[in-house]
C-alpha cells in the first residue's frame, strides 16, 4: 500500500482517481473485518461521496492538499456528528453526536476520507481491545493475539492495510502499546499540542489524540493537520503549529540519546531486550552517541496512574445517569434508574476503575491515595526534565513483550496493566513519545522501540524515527492476513 506522498501523486497525475483508492480500501475493509473486527462503523456511503469531490477538484484542474483523497480511520471515542460514537460501550450504543470533534473537522476541512470508526477498549479502558462491548478485534500478524489497546483498532486497521492512516487517542499507552503490537508507527503527542474538543473523556489530565501510520513521514504528516490551538479547549496550547516534515531527513551527528535503565532486566522478554540492543547499535552507527541514563521513579507510573486515572475516570463518567442521553433503563425511582442503566451498561473494566476512582477520592483516603499520587506524578515529570538537561532524546522498548493470546490475560487485570510499565510514565509528565517498528521476534510478531523527547520536541522524535527507519527494512514488513 502507498504512502500519503505517492498517493498524492497519484492523484495529481491522474493515474488513480480518489474514488478507486476509497473503494480498493472498501474492499479490503469487507475482505478483512470477518476475521479482524477492527471497525465497529463502516462509512462507505460518505467516503465515496467524499472521494468523488476530491476528483471532481481534480478534474477542474485546482490544486490538492497532501491529506485530498486519504482514506482514514478514527477511533470510535472521537464525535463524530450524524455518525455513531459508541466508545465501545452498550451506554453508548444509540448515541448520534449532534457536534464534530475538532480533530475530524481538521481532517475534513483537509479532504481525508473517513472510512470508519475503529474498535477500542471500552471507553478506551484497557490494553488489548478485548474490553469493547461489541467484538474482540485480532491482531493482523497472528489472529489468534491482541492487537493492543485501548486504540487496537486503529492499529488493527493500518497494519494490515485497511486505511492508510488513523487516529487513536493515548492515556497511558494506547497508540504506542498497539502500535508495537501491529508493527506500526504510533505517536501520542505533547500534551496540549492535539485539541481534545470532542474526544471523550477518560482521563482528562491525561488523554490525548495522535496519528497511527506505517511510515514516520506519514505520521508527520498527519500531526501537522490536526495539531493547534482550538478556544474549545482549555488545555490547548496556544502556539504555532511547527512544520514537521522539515525535521525528515536530518542525520543523527551529535545527538545525545539516554538509554532509561529502569526498563531494563527482568520482565523483558529476550527478542525484546535483543532488538532494544540492535536498536542502539543502529542509532550509534547513524552518528548518535547513546547511553544509559536513570530515572529512578519511572517505576512508580504504574502505581501513580492507577490512582490518577480511575480518579479522573470516575468523575468523567458519572455524566452517564440515563437522564440527558446514552442508554436508559426503566425502572419504577430514579435512583433505581441510574443503578440499573449503570450497571448494564458498563462492563466490567469500567466499573473497576469507576469503584477504584470513587474510593480513592472518597474523604477518607484523598490524601492517602490521589494526593500522594499526585506528588509521585510531579517527580516522576522531574526525572525526565533532569534527564534533557543533558540528552536530547530518551529510548526504551515500548513494551516489555510481544502481543499475547487473546484471552490470556482477562482473568489478570494487575497482568493486563503491566502491558503499559513503559508508556504510563510518559502520560504522567506530558511528553511527547513515538513508537517505531525495530524488529521481530522467532514467531513473527512485531516488537517496538518507544522514542521520548521532551516537551514539543516531536521535531525530535521525528528525527531520529525517520533517520532509523530509513536505515533499516522492519517497516516494509507486511502481514500475510489475505
Known sequence: MSSIRQIHQQLITKERSAVEIT??????????????????????????????????????????????????????NLCTQGIPTTCGSQILKNFIPPYESTVTAKLQQAGAVMVGKTNLDEFAMGSSTE??????????????????????????AVAAQECIVALGSDTGGSIRQPASFCGVVGLKPTYGLVSRFGLVAYASSLDQIGPFSRSVEDAAILLEAIAGYDPLDSTSLNIPTPNYTQSLGKDLTG????????TLGDGLSP?????????????????????????????????????????????????????????????????????QTRSLGFGSEVKRRIMIGTYTLSAGYYDAYYL??????????????????????????????????????TDDPLS??????????????????????????????????????NVLREDLLFQVGYAYEQATTWHQSQPTLD
Open 416 to 453: 493486563m496493566y503491566l502491558s503499559d510499565l513503559m508508556t504510563i510514565p510518559v502520560n504522567l509528565a506530558g511528553l511527547p513519545a513515538m513508537s517505531i517498528p525495530c524488529g521481530f521476534d522467532q514467531d513473527g510478531l512485531p516488537i517496538g522501540l518507544q522514542l521520548i523527547s
Open 372 to 409: 500522594k499520587a499526585q506528588k509521585v506524578r510531579t517527580l516522576i515529570k522531574e526525572d525526565f526534565e533532569k534527564a534533557f538537561h543533558h540528552l536530547d532524546v530518551l529510548i526504551c522498548p515500548t513494551c516489555p513483550t510481544i502481543a499475547f493470546k487473546a484471552g490470556e490475560k
Open 23 to 76: 473503494q480498493e480500501i472498501l474492499d479490503r475493509i469487507e475482505k478483512l473485518e470477518p476475521k479482524l473486527h477492527s471497525f465497529l462503523c463502516i462509512t462507505s456511503a460518505s467516503a465515496l461521496d467524499s472521494a468523488q469531490k476530491v476528483d471532481a477538484k481534480l478534474a477542474q484542474g485546482e490544486t490538492i492538499g497532501l491529506l485530498e483523497g486519504i482514506p482514514i480511520a478514527i477511533k470510535d
Open 255 to 262: 545527538l545525545k540519546i539516554g538509554l532509561i535503565k529502569e
Open 271 to 339: 527478542a525484546v531486550s535483543q532488538a532494544l540492543q540492535a536498536a542502539i547499535t543502529q542509532l550509534e552507527a547513524l552518528g548518535a552517541s547513546v547511553v544509559e541514563v536513570s530515572c529512578p521513579r519511572f517505576r512508580y507510573g504504574l502505581s501513580a496512574y492507577y490512582i490518577i486515572a480511575p480518579s479522573e475516570a470516575s468523575a468523567n463518567l458519572a455524566r452517564y445517569d440515563a437522564v440527558r442521553y446514552g442508554m436508559r433503563q426503566e425502572a419504577d425511582s430514579l435512583l433505581s434508574m441510574y443503578t
Open 131 to 156: 474490553n469493547s462491548s461489541y467484538q474482540v478485534t485480532a491482531n493482523p500478524w497472528d489472529i489468534s493475539r491482541v492487537p493492543g489497546g485501548s486504540s487496537g483498532g486503529s492499529a488493527a
